[in-house]
């Protein structure tokens, strides 16, 4: 997938379009994709237009936390199949375009689009003043193919970004990856951490991640680490670690089986099930009593 940061498309090959935030990559996102798909004529490509920056950033509201960051939206646009991704800021520029200037300037002028697919709750220009009615009003009187993509619905309830995040605040990372459709992951560095883990039989790996990341609730999860290619069950403590007085929030993760040293290297932790709420031990003998207790939770994953 090539990444584009300007809306400009100067190419012998049309060019159909998804607009939209895309954090996580829901199924909801996976349907507008598909759709695109299905719009792709032989020789036109797929491309996305999407924010580098959450619009609230920019618009005096608190953004929420991500449910990916950046690269990981990327590489999951890349793998639904998107070939042109369309990367900006949303700013002053952006957030001023009355509808009427984002259809004619940034779609026809800028991007020379055949085709564009939104969910059907797509708002755009300044204020948010344009819909899906005036967007295919204004497409298809030029010629655009234009489609909207219908929510998609799990368990009664619309499938969205926002009811992730809840999910995944609430420690529900079952119910999460169900609506996302793929497994929600945390992908981090290895950072030097304070040595407890040694001190108790269970050495783990501390994490640092993209503070615009959102974090599962305070906890000890089961859950599978993947390091230089290969899968190792784990358990993973996020939180302040009562016991020792912690002041800030970590995450560190405990690898069945595996004794390497690797500081300053990746990790990614996903399929992640919590086991049971932090709190605090009165001696590290209990404290290690009962992770290992939880390291019986941990189990092997399945090789196919």
Known sequence: ?????????????????????????????????????????????????TFANHPATFLGTVPPALISTVEERIDLLAEGGIEECFFVDFDERIASLSPQAFIEGVLLDGLAVRGVVVGENFRFGKG?????????????????????????QHGGSRVSSTRIRELIGQGNLAEADVLLGHA???????????????????????????????????GVYSGIARHDGRDYPALVSIGSNPTFEGASRTV???????????????????DLRFLREQRRFETTEELRAQMQRDAVA?????YG
């Open 1 to 49: 997938m090539r990444i584009h940061y300007r809306l400009e498309w100067r190419s012998k090959h049309p060019l159909v379009l998804a607009i939209g935030f895309f954090d996580g990559l829901h199924r909801g996102h996976a349907a507008i994709l598909h759709e695109l798909r299905r719009m792709r004529k032989p020789g036109y490509r797929t491309g996305v237009l």
């Open 128 to 152: 948010r003043a344009g819909d899906v009615a005036f967007a295919r009003r204004e497409l298809e009187r030029r010629g655009v193919s234009f489609q909207t993509v219908a929510n998609q």
């Open 252 to 270: 560190e993760a405990w690898l069945r089986d595996f004794r390497r040293s690797i500081y300053g290297e990746e990790l990614v932790l996903r």
């Open 184 to 218: 929600f992951t945390l992908r981090g560095r290895v950072m030097l951490g304070e040595g407890r883990g040694h001190a108790l039989g269970f050495p783990t790996a501390n994490l640092t991640f993209d503070s615009s990341k959102i974090l599962p609730i305070d």
């Open 298 to 302: 941990v189990a092997y994953p399945s």
